[in-house]
């Protein structure tokens, strides 16, 4: 009998033992495992932050390449043309009037130097939108349709959800009017459209852009497949990355295609002014 009970005893302390080691066993491999986890967590966030930040390099690198060519066409090429247009202005005084061959010349000369003078400006507002800076984001897309509207057969519209849409920082108001214009011109280019219609809309959350037009269309799930990747798609999801923003494509009912990009708002602004946009604004640098 005092063995038998002896024997129980063992039996019991025996798989309590091994109970226990099984629990720690356990224990150490769940925690492990969270530990594993959160090591690859704290990893990819890690990684995405630093994608994030060339990301960002790579797109302030973009903008400041953009300035310094601005600024060499202005302050180069600008002046250069506006010295020849004065050059031809008091050669064409010196011409006689008898000579009108010379004269016809003349006059060319001078319209083909203010034609290049024009598109040296307009290239200029291309490339750093001063008009953003100045008046905000619906003055900034105004301006920009309504130089598209002068050599486009297009009819193109913007509706402000708002009569005057609050200033952001300089990062969103350039992330938002880089990407209006990449889907606009898409549409020009790939859409074969007659209509675009740009809205901005904004909450307490979000400022959307919303980008519609008639033309053929396409298949939203391309997208995903990366085989659209061609239409500059990847430079706008780059772009809405740095800012936490999102962008969703969708057909339209009647034809044509919708792209709604969504931007968070920072919910403290800085109270300066956003920074200069302007190229011709010589930037103090510190050594």
């Not at 890690?46 to 930040?53: A, D, H, Q, T």
């Not at 390099?57 to 903008?63: G, H, R, V």
């Not at 980008?211 to 772009?239: M, Q």
Request: aromatic residues 6%; hydrophobic residues 40%.
């Amino acid at each position: 009998m005092q063995e038998t009970e002896q024997m129980i005893w063992t039996l019991f302390v025996g798989t309590f033992a091994m109970l226990m080691m099984a629990f720690f066993v356990i224990s150490f491999v769940l925690y492990y495992q969270k530990r594993r986890f959160a090591e690859e967590k704290k990893l990819n966030e890690i990684e995405k932050n630093y994608s994030r930040l060339l990301l960002d390099t790579a797109l302030n690198s973009e903008e400041t390449e953009r300035r310094r060519i601005a600024q060499d066409l202005h302050d180069d090429i600008g002046t250069m043309l506006s010295l020849t247009k004065l050059s031809l202005n008091q050669l064409s005084k010196v011409i006689g009037e008898n000579s009108e061959k010379e004269e016809q010349i003349m006059k060319k000369t001078q319209s083909l130097v203010e034609e290049t003078i024009l598109h040296v400006r307009r290239i200029t507002r291309d490339l750093v939108p001063t008009t953003l800076e100045r008046f905000g984001l619906a003055e900034a897309i105004d301006e920009f349709i309504h130089k598209l509207e002068q050599v486009n057969t297009l009819s193109i519209t913007l509706n402000a959800g708002t009569e005057e849409l609050p200033r952001q920082g300089q990062k969103i108001e350039l992330t938002i009017y880089r990407i209006m214009q990449e889907l606009v011109n898409n549409a020009i280019k790939h859409a074969n459209c007659s209509e675009i219609d740009i809205s901005l809309e904004m909450n307490d959350k979000f400022i959307g852009l919303r980008v519609t037009d008639n033309g053929i269309g396409f298949d939203p799930e391309a997208i995903k497949d990366g085989h659209l990747a061609g239409l500059g798609l990847l430079g706008i999801e780059s772009r809405l990355a740095i800012v936490n923003g999102t962008v969703q494509y969708s057909k339209n009912g009647n034809g044509g295609s919708c792209a709604l990009a969504l931007v968070p708002i920072i919910s403290e602004i800085p109270e300066n002014k956003p920074g200069p946009l302007h190229p011709f604004r010589r930037e103090k640098v510190i050594i």
